[in-house]
């Protein structure tokens, strides 16, 4: 089996892609582009031993599949042999997402979760876009939690100690992150690697999956230590490039 690491899945020795999971992402559109690129970097370094792509434009599938040739891109999530899918990075075209997998939902489609669809739902907001939920900023562990537990979602709120809530669970709270981490795509490529963990650690309850979303939480801050050791400023490319030596 592979080395062990701190954040990712061990992988078995008989190990297929398959087996190690199959993540779905939708993101990035004509205005946004890169957040494609971006969430789908993050999806490849979390673990999950396949990648799909929903493409909502030739130009964003050509753009993905030119920078990761180890990505399909599909044209339908429903169908398919998916245990994740992330959606909302870059703002894509509203699709119809199958309600028994779990998802991870970002930026503005944090508006679309539904309660009623499978209990491992992850939505990870920034402070500004609490507002898709119709929520405003208080405390930030209360308006955190009172999210989880209204929402029966696993609420990641970004900032300073990023905070990972889950219904009716104790909130778990990263030290590690720091200011490199507030840079345009750093969220992007944060959602890719939530749903690629959660494909590749099959969470079988909500407890299990709020610690493999704070795994995940975990090891993109470590990613951004490391790209401030090598760059200054650190952009995201920066971010996306360490996340393949934290794990080592």
């Not at 993101?27 to 690129?37: C, L």
């Not at 679309?112 to 209990?119: A, L």
């Not at 030290?175 to 969220?187: F, R």
Request: proline residues 6%; hydrophobic residues 40%; contains cysteine.
């Amino acid at each position: 089996m592979f080395t062990k690491s701190k954040y990712l899945a061990v992988v078995p020795s008989n190990a297929n892609k398959y087996t190690r999971g199959v993540v779905g992402v939708c993101a990035g559109s004509e205005k946004f582009p890169g957040a494609a690129v971006l969430c789908v970097g993050g999806a490849r370094r979390g673990g999950a031993g396949y990648v799909k792509f929903f493409a909502g434009s030739k130009s964003l599938s050509k753009l993905v599949t030119n920078n990761f040739p180890d990505v399909v891109t599909i044209d339908d999530f429903h169908d398919q042999k998916i245990d994740a899918i992330v959606v909302g990075p870059g703002n894509p075209k509203p699709i119809d997402i199958p309600t028994e997998i779990p998802l991870v939902l970002d930026s503005s489609s944090i508006a679309f979760v539904d309660v009623k669809r499978n209990p491992i739902t992850v939505l990870t907001p920034h402070e500004g876009e609490l507002k898709y939920l119709g929520y405003t900023l208080k405390s930030r562990n209360e308006t955190a939690q009172r999210i989880a537990n209204e929402l029966g979602a696993i609420l990641v709120l970004k900032g300073e100690a990023s905070i990972v809530a889950a219904p009716n669970l104790s909130p778990l709270i990263d030290e590690l992150g720091g200011v490199e981490l507030s840079t345009a795509g750093s969220g992007d490529l944060l959602a890719g690697l939530i749903g690629s963990m959660l494909a590749s650690w099959k969470p079988k309850s909500i407890a299990e999956a709020q610690k493999v979303v704070f795994k995940a939480v975990q090891m993109h801050s470590a990613a951004g230590k490391l790209a401030r050791k090598r760059n200054n400023p650190v952009v995201a490319t920066d971010i996306l490039e360490a996340l393949g030596q934290v794990s080592l």
